[in-house]
């Protein structure tokens, strides 16, 4: 069996039209949005402009969410890991790509990166790719 793909992005300082349009363009991708806290409805990349912008194709995982976003200093606490992973697992069961979004730009320095270690160790293997610049995406 092959290692399932799961990319990841975090969208400081991007564009959330050309997100959108990347993610509308195939129809396999699914936003996982990992973020624990809620954004204003009227900003970009809130909860709610996700949901309405791309119906099917986006779920928000509180589980995965780090209850302690506001206070980095001590550091990731994911909200609920085993629902988190039954949740990425079914995405994966239905042919689905998740993407991973977060606020943070680079998974290395976000709670993202403790999120596919706890799927690797749980669905491993996988292949975790960046959605951006790196696959000839349209923004960055």
Request: glycine fraction near 10%; aromatic fraction near 10%; charge should be positive.
């Amino acid at each position: 069996m092959s290692a399932a793909l799961i990319y990841e992005w975090g969208y400081r300082g991007r564009s959330e039209a050309t997100f959108l349009e990347r993610v509308r363009a195939d129809p396999r991708l699914v936003v996982a949005d990992v973020r624990f806290g809620f954004i204003g409805p009227a900003r970009p990349f809130s909860q709610r402009r996700l949901a309405e912008a791309l119906g099917e194709q986006y779920r928000h995982l509180r589980a995965f969410g780090n209850r302690f976003y506001r206070e980095p200093e001590r550091g990731v606490e994911l909200a609920d890991p085993g629902k988190g992973v039954e949740a990425v697992r079914e995405l994966l069961r239905a042919g689905r790509i998740p993407v991973l979004l977060c606020a943070c730009a680079e998974a290395a320095r976000c709670h993202r990166s403790v999120v596919i270690e706890v799927l690797d160790r749980a669905l491993g293997p996988l292949r975790v790719r960046p959605f951006g610049p790196r696959q000839g995406s349209l923004f960055d």
